[in-house]
């Protein structure tokens, strides 16, 4: 007789914002899936689903996320949110875990290069490593990865297109006359901010 395989419980919400639908999914550690806004509500738990173990057991929790909802609909109101929530991120490995922890210490509104990113961690020509991390970024918006660009002036590089970016950036640059800079699910609280000055992220 076959066991079955455990079934990882995973909670879930999907939820209208002015951009479209969005869905979060968590673990009992924190966010683990965010969807960015799709036309279609039925998109959203396909593409939370796509992002999670396959041996998974989602349960829709709208009470649980209300929070988390309401940032993301504040957001794309234009308003500042610090997205100051547990994560599930305990995947990748060390060196993209590193890109995003960088990625986390861009200012809000404001943009970097992959090669500052690179030089941040100590690989001045690790450009195009530092772009592969970005592309797999578990928790976009979180984990900022619209604010870092090939060049200053480049349209390349971000999963869902050029004007996408520059959206996301608009939007928090009208968000940022409301105070702050950016919050880190690493713990940094410096933009200038090492990662060689600390221990590696643990696995």
Known sequence: MKIPEKQEIYRYVYFNTQLGWMGVASSDQGIRALVLPQKERRMVTRELKRQLPLQSNMIFDYYSFSDISDSFKQYFKKRFVMFDFPLDINRGDAFERKVWEVTCSVPYGEIRTYKWVAQKLGYQNAVS?????????????????????????????????????????????????????????????????????HEDTKS
Not at 152 to 162: A, I, M, Q, T
Request: glycine share 10%; net charge positive; charged share 25%.
């Open 129 to 197: 490593p530092v772009s592969s991390a970005l592309r797999y970024n578990p928790l976009p918006l979180i984990i900022p990865c619209h604010r870092v660009v090939m060049g200053e002036y480049s349209r390349e590089g971000y999963s869902r297109g050029f004007e996408w970016k520059k959206k996301l950036l608009e939007i928090e640059r009208r968000g940022r006359t409301e105070g702050g800079h950016f919050y880190s699910p690493f713990g940094i609280s410096d933009s200038n901010y090492s990662p060689q000055r």
